[in-house]
Protein backbone atom coordinates (compact mmCIF):
# COMPACT_ATOMS: atom_id res chain seq x y z
CA UNK A 1 0.00 0.00 0.00
CA UNK A 2 1.77 3.25 -0.88
CA UNK A 3 1.46 6.33 0.70
CA UNK A 4 -1.80 8.94 0.13
CA UNK A 5 0.54 11.69 -0.25
CA UNK A 6 -3.06 14.44 -0.58
CA UNK A 7 -4.09 13.28 2.88
CA UNK A 8 -0.91 13.83 4.35
CA UNK A 9 -0.49 17.22 2.89
CA UNK A 10 -3.71 18.12 4.15
CA UNK A 11 -3.12 16.44 7.72
CA UNK A 12 -0.09 18.63 7.93
CA UNK A 13 -1.61 22.10 7.31
CA UNK A 14 -5.26 21.13 8.99
CA UNK A 15 -3.73 19.92 12.54
CA UNK A 16 -1.41 22.74 12.57
CA UNK A 17 -4.66 24.97 12.10
CA UNK A 18 -7.07 23.40 14.37
CA UNK A 19 -4.39 22.44 17.19
CA UNK A 20 -2.28 25.76 16.97
CA UNK A 21 -3.05 28.54 14.82
CA UNK A 22 -6.99 28.89 15.18
CA UNK A 23 -6.67 28.55 18.58
CA UNK A 24 -4.51 30.90 19.26
CA UNK A 25 -6.29 33.54 17.10
CA UNK A 26 -9.24 33.59 19.95
CA UNK A 27 -10.01 36.51 21.37
CA UNK A 28 -8.44 38.55 18.52
CA UNK A 29 -9.12 42.54 19.09
CA UNK A 30 -8.97 45.44 17.20
CA UNK A 31 -6.57 47.14 18.71
CA UNK A 32 -4.15 43.88 18.59
CA UNK A 33 -5.20 43.73 15.06
CA UNK A 34 -4.22 47.14 13.98
CA UNK A 35 -1.10 47.64 16.76
CA UNK A 36 1.90 48.76 15.54
CA UNK A 37 4.74 47.14 17.16
CA UNK A 38 7.48 49.93 15.69
CA UNK A 39 7.48 53.11 13.88
CA UNK A 40 6.21 53.03 10.52
CA UNK A 41 5.27 49.37 10.47
CA UNK A 42 2.77 48.35 7.55
CA UNK A 43 -0.43 47.61 8.21
CA UNK A 44 -4.15 47.96 7.10
CA UNK A 45 -5.57 51.34 7.35
CA UNK A 46 -8.25 53.24 6.31
CA UNK A 47 -8.34 54.51 3.00
CA UNK A 48 -5.73 58.22 2.38
CA UNK A 49 -4.06 57.44 5.88
CA UNK A 50 -0.98 55.03 4.34
CA UNK A 51 2.29 55.95 5.32
CA UNK A 52 3.71 53.23 2.97
CA UNK A 53 5.31 54.54 -0.53
CA UNK A 54 1.81 52.62 -1.99
CA UNK A 55 -1.47 51.45 -0.76
CA UNK A 56 -3.84 48.66 -1.82
CA UNK A 57 -7.40 47.83 -2.10
CA UNK A 58 -10.56 47.86 -3.53
CA UNK A 59 -12.99 49.15 -0.11
CA UNK A 60 -12.52 51.55 2.61
CA UNK A 61 -9.26 49.80 3.96
CA UNK A 62 -6.02 49.46 1.93
CA UNK A 63 -2.83 47.15 2.31
CA UNK A 64 0.36 49.32 2.98
CA UNK A 65 3.24 48.01 0.01
CA UNK A 66 5.83 48.91 -2.17
CA UNK A 67 7.45 47.98 -5.20
CA UNK A 68 10.29 47.10 -4.66
CA UNK A 69 9.99 45.99 -1.31
CA UNK A 70 12.39 48.35 1.15
CA UNK A 71 15.69 47.13 1.97
CA UNK A 72 15.09 45.59 4.92
CA UNK A 73 11.43 45.11 5.37
CA UNK A 74 9.46 47.05 7.37
CA UNK A 75 8.02 45.21 10.41
CA UNK A 76 4.22 44.42 9.64
CA UNK A 77 0.99 44.44 12.03
CA UNK A 78 -1.56 41.45 12.32
CA UNK A 79 -3.37 43.02 9.90
CA UNK A 80 -1.02 43.08 7.42
CA UNK A 81 -0.31 39.24 8.27
CA UNK A 82 -3.95 38.70 7.23
CA UNK A 83 -4.25 40.18 4.36
CA UNK A 84 -1.42 38.50 3.08
CA UNK A 85 -2.29 35.29 3.99
CA UNK A 86 -6.32 36.12 2.78
CA UNK A 87 -4.84 37.24 -0.22
CA UNK A 88 -1.00 36.88 -1.83
CA UNK A 89 -1.46 33.34 0.06
CA UNK A 90 -4.36 31.83 -0.58
CA UNK A 91 -6.66 33.80 -2.40
CA UNK A 92 -4.48 34.36 -5.27
CA UNK A 93 -3.29 30.69 -5.27
CA UNK A 94 -7.26 29.64 -5.02
CA UNK A 95 -8.15 31.54 -7.61
CA UNK A 96 -5.29 30.63 -10.36
CA UNK A 97 -5.35 27.03 -9.78
CA UNK A 98 -9.29 25.99 -8.65
CA UNK A 99 -10.85 28.70 -10.41
CA UNK A 100 -11.49 30.33 -7.11
CA UNK A 101 -13.13 34.34 -7.16
CA UNK A 102 -11.05 36.26 -8.61
CA UNK A 103 -8.58 37.89 -5.93
CA UNK A 104 -5.35 40.64 -5.94
CA UNK A 105 -4.15 42.82 -3.29
CA UNK A 106 -5.12 45.94 -5.48
CA UNK A 107 -9.23 45.13 -5.71
CA UNK A 108 -9.25 42.73 -2.38
CA UNK A 109 -11.80 44.36 0.15
CA UNK A 110 -9.55 44.41 3.16
CA UNK A 111 -11.13 43.92 6.67
CA UNK A 112 -11.59 46.62 8.80
CA UNK A 113 -11.71 44.46 12.55
CA UNK A 114 -10.06 41.95 13.93
CA UNK A 115 -13.53 39.79 13.66
CA UNK A 116 -14.49 40.84 9.94
CA UNK A 117 -10.30 39.49 9.23
CA UNK A 118 -11.20 35.99 11.18
CA UNK A 119 -14.10 35.79 9.02
CA UNK A 120 -12.09 36.04 5.41
CA UNK A 121 -9.82 33.67 6.83
CA UNK A 122 -12.08 31.37 8.22
CA UNK A 123 -13.56 31.30 4.28
CA UNK A 124 -10.56 31.18 2.35
CA UNK A 125 -8.72 28.69 4.60
CA UNK A 126 -12.31 26.50 3.92
CA UNK A 127 -12.06 26.58 0.52
CA UNK A 128 -8.29 26.17 0.59
CA UNK A 129 -8.60 22.87 2.15
CA UNK A 130 -11.83 21.76 -0.04
CA UNK A 131 -9.55 22.39 -2.90
CA UNK A 132 -6.17 20.42 -2.35
CA UNK A 133 -8.40 17.42 -0.90
CA UNK A 134 -9.84 17.64 -4.59
CA UNK A 135 -6.68 17.12 -6.08
CA UNK A 136 -5.98 13.69 -5.36
CA UNK A 137 -2.50 12.05 -6.36
CA UNK A 138 -2.84 12.53 -9.50
CA UNK A 139 -3.76 16.58 -9.16
CA UNK A 140 -0.65 16.77 -6.97
CA UNK A 141 1.83 14.87 -9.29
CA UNK A 142 0.90 17.50 -12.34
CA UNK A 143 2.53 20.55 -12.87
CA UNK A 144 1.55 23.50 -11.14
CA UNK A 145 2.46 26.30 -13.76
CA UNK A 146 3.05 28.75 -10.43
CA UNK A 147 5.47 31.43 -11.24
CA UNK A 148 9.07 30.77 -10.32
CA UNK A 149 8.17 27.42 -9.64
CA UNK A 150 9.36 26.14 -13.22
CA UNK A 151 7.90 22.40 -13.35
CA UNK A 152 7.57 22.01 -9.84
CA UNK A 153 4.06 19.72 -8.94
CA UNK A 154 1.07 20.94 -7.30
CA UNK A 155 2.33 19.16 -4.48
CA UNK A 156 5.43 20.84 -4.36
CA UNK A 157 2.89 24.31 -4.42
CA UNK A 158 0.71 22.56 -1.55
CA UNK A 159 3.73 22.25 0.61
CA UNK A 160 4.67 25.84 0.21
CA UNK A 161 1.36 27.31 0.89
CA UNK A 162 1.77 24.98 3.69
CA UNK A 163 4.47 26.39 5.03
CA UNK A 164 3.35 30.03 4.66
CA UNK A 165 0.83 29.39 6.75
CA UNK A 166 2.35 28.06 9.42
CA UNK A 167 5.03 30.51 9.40
CA UNK A 168 2.73 33.76 8.94
CA UNK A 169 0.52 32.62 11.89
CA UNK A 170 3.48 32.12 14.11
CA UNK A 171 4.44 35.54 13.63
CA UNK A 172 0.97 36.57 14.32
CA UNK A 173 1.00 34.79 17.58
CA UNK A 174 4.59 35.99 18.21
CA UNK A 175 2.63 39.44 18.04
CA UNK A 176 -0.22 38.99 20.03
CA UNK A 177 2.40 37.78 22.87
CA UNK A 178 4.40 40.75 22.22
CA UNK A 179 1.27 42.82 22.54
CA UNK A 180 0.36 41.51 25.67
CA UNK A 181 3.44 42.67 27.27
CA UNK A 182 4.05 45.71 25.50
Known sequence: ??????????QQLDQ???SRLRPRLAGLTDDEYFW?????SWSVRPRGTSN????????????????????PPPVTTIAWRFGHIIVGVL??????HFQGA???????????????????LDTIYGQWASAVAGLGQDGLARPSGEEGYGDDSMGALVLH???EVIHHGAEIALLRDLYLRR
Open 91 to 96: GMRLAR
Open 52 to 71: ASMAAGGGDMVFDWAYPAPD
Open 161 to 163: INR
Open 102 to 120: PMDYLRHHYAGSAAEALSQ
Open 16 to 18: HWR
Open 36 to 40: EPVPD
Open 1 to 10: MGTDWNAQLR
